[in-house]
């Protein structure tokens, strides 16, 4: 059988003896793709229970969070020409008006803020924000090689990267066709005989890892086929084994294909630990493109993870990390919106203000902080 992980590897038959260089790859690969699969189901089922905590618990506190800072930039609008305060104190206060601004508008909501925007910036929000949508969108580009088009909206996370994951799937589409129907224009040319030796043996091999899958399947369909079967119960067994036969052809699965052998018994570890050289040369290699397109799939369900729910796009992160810094901010930001409360209060004061200002330092904040301030008020 094989084993829970899925992970089907050949086993050294002596102690004396040692696996080959394909064997040991062979092995690698399998245990590679285990480990993505799992990586892969557990971001499946995380994402769904991270949605629902962040909606029923962080998304409310965010509102309220949000809704102080509304109530601040308005404050400090209405207080800015006091003459209790000095060119220090406004210049002070602009920034602030315009951090929180910015933060807020930025979300996609309180379009109320961009006329105060504006009026403390000296700028357009609208115009800074198409800049910086242009500019995201050539570093895109430049960096994986695509065209997004001039319909893509970076303020959107989950459209954008579908879109980033339809343009790489469409040029990865592409790519392989070009390779195997060169254009008119570059197939024309008189090749070498050299190259001429070397595309035939890349498409002799091509066509040996398809016949290799697809002998396995053939196998697999003969012994499964539900319709020789005249028991209505191994039927219905069948038909659903079968079922999972197609699947793994079509996504090319081979290890999922040699793990349905060995459930059913059609063959044993020893077949596996005898797979031939030549075989096994085929077989890693749909084994690399498998593991290629999977770790493809984990890249693109956690940058559209990263981008939806506000995550930095580098560093290390795993679904258990994602829970971990999802309680944290829950903490943090019950804290500061119980200080904004406060603020808000204290702050109308204008006295009150012009002390808080004096303690208050104009810091360049990190690109993913929450809270504007560098200290609380």
């Known amino acids: 059988m094989a084993s829970s992980s899925g992970n089907v590897r050949i086993v050294e038959q002596k102690a004396t003896s040692s696996l080959s260089s394909a064997q ?5 690969l399998s245990k590679k793709i285990a480990k993505q699969r799992e990586q892969l189901s557990a ?15 962080f998304d409310p506190l965010l509102q309220s969070f949000d809704g102080y800072r ?7 609008d209405r207080l800015y020409a006091d ?11 602009q920034h602030l008006i315009c951090a929180m601004a910015a933060d807020l508008l930025d979300s996609g909501e309180h379009e109320e803020l961009k006329e105060i925007y504006n009026r403390h910036s000296g700028s357009d929000y609208d115009a800074e924000e198409e800049q910086d949508n242009q500019e995201i969108k050539s570093m895109m580009e430049r960096m994986l090689g695509v065209e997004l088009g001039d319909g893509i909206d970076m303020r959107t996370p989950d459209d954008f990267i579908d879109q980033i994951s339809r343009q790489l799937h469409e040029k990865l589409h592409q790519d392989a066709q070009d390779f195997e129907n060169p254009p008119a224009s570059r197939s024309s040319r008189k090749k070498s005989a050299k190259a001429m030796a070397k595309e035939a043996r890349l498409q002799a091999e091509a066509q040996q890892v398809s016949q290799s899958i697809r002998e396995v399947f053939r196998k697999l369909a003969s012994t499964l086929h539900p319709d020789k079967e005249p028991d209505p119960e191994e039927r219905a067994r069948k038909t659903e084994l079968m079922q999972r036969v197609n699947s793994a052809y079509s996504a090319n699965n081979l290890l999922a294909l040699l793990e349905l052998q060995l459930e059913i018994e059609q063959i044993d570890q020893a077949a596996i630990n ?3 050289e030549d075989r096994l040369k085929h077989y890693n290699k749909v084994l690399k ?3 290629a397109e999977l770790q493809q799939e984990l890249d693109t369900v956690e940058m559209s993870f990263r981008a939806h729910f ?13 829970f971990t810094m999802l309680e944290r901010d829950i903490a943090q930001i019950r804290e500061d919106t119980a200080g904004l409360k406060e603020d808000v209060e204290s702050l109308q004061n204008p006295t009150n203000l012009k002390k808080w200002l004096k303690a208050y330092r104009i810091v360049r904040r990190p690109a993913f902080d929450l809270n ?3 200290g609380k008020f």
């Open 24 to 28: 040991k790859t062979f092995n690698r």
């Open 43 to 57: 971001w499946q089922t995380t994402i769904p229970l991270y949605q629902e905590k962040y909606v029923r618990e």
């Open 70 to 76: 509304v109530q601040l930039v308005h404050l400090f």
């Open 83 to 93: 003459k209790i305060f000095s060119k220090t104190d406004r210049t002070k206060l």
């Open 274 to 276: 005898s797979i031939s």
């Open 289 to 291: 493109e498998q593991s």
């Open 310 to 322: 506000d995550f930095p796009p580098y560093g290390a992160l795993s679904p258990t990390m994602a």
């Open 372 to 374: 504007p301030f560098s």
